[in-house]
């Protein structure tokens, strides 16, 4: 069966540290991956997406994901963060070859918050 | 601008009522869903539609129910059925299989 495990519901880091919110999935085909930020009480938005080529993505705001395939993994990075930054973080994944109406798997999500 | 807005922003239920919570998109996205979000508990899906006038079960989907007459509108009704029904509610649309989904801002439910 597919699913996938965000390994930390909370992580706090101080403004300017480096921070990563972990992301495995399983599934035995081909995956699209995406992490999407929550602020309060407000919808997902798109933070970035890894469909096909460089195994490396990132976001306009300093984010970056690598997938690594043999690890199964999709974890997300950044050098330095902000406390605009604070915010719940989701990973999602859904599965190649599926119709539009096909199912995204959603982690549990990781409620990042930035210490001054 | 494109995308996808849901009212209202917050809605109280009596007990033994039906409500219904509105979802357009301007997207011209095939498929449309529905999650719920309780905290801790990320989101679960209760209904989603591919085409208009067909739709499928979540996770989730007693106590609830969908219609889906136009492409631009998925509209929920969460029935007198449903128990325990405050929590956030998102919907969500996309263009295909390979692409992300795009959610409206959602609605907060709550009984009175």
């Known amino acids: 069966a597919q699913s996938v495990t965000q390994l930390d519901s909370q992580v706090p880091v101080f403004e300017e540290a480096p921070v990563e919110l972990r992301c495995n999935y399983s599934s035995s085909v081909s995956v699209y991956l995406f992490w999407y930020v929550q602020y309060p009480n407000q919808g997902l938005q798109l933070l970035l997406k890894y469909l096909s080529g460089s195994t490396l993505v990132e976001s306009i705001n300093g984010f970056e994901a690598e997938f690594n395939k043999s690890q199964t993994s999709f974890h997300l990075r950044k050098p330095s963060v902000h406390i605009s930054d604070t915010a719940e973080y989701f990973c999602a994944v859904t599965f190649t070859g599926y119709s539009s109406a096909s199912k995204i798997i959603f982690g549990s999500g990781t409620r990042l918050s930035i210490r001054p | 601008d494109g995308g996808i807005t849901q009212s209202p922003k917050y809605l109280f239920r009596k007990e033994g009522q039906n409500v219904t919570l509105s979802c357009e998109q301007n997207?011209?996205?095939?498929?449309m869903y529905w999650y719920r979000q309780d905290p801790g508990q990320g989101l679960r899906l209760i209904y989603y539609s591919q085409i208009v006038n067909d739709f499928q079960k979540g996770d989730i989907a007693e106590g609830y129910s969908v219609s889906r007459e136009k492409k631009e509108s998925f509209p929920l009704t969460v029935t007198s059925a449903q128990k325990n029904p405050t929590a956030f509610y998102l919907c969500?649309?996309?263009?295909?299989?390979?692409?992300?989904?795009?959610f409206g801002d959602g609605t907060r439910l709550s009984i009175l």
């Open positions: 997207l011209n996205h095939d498929a």
């Open positions: 969500a649309s996309r263009l295909d299989g390979g692409q992300p989904q795009h």
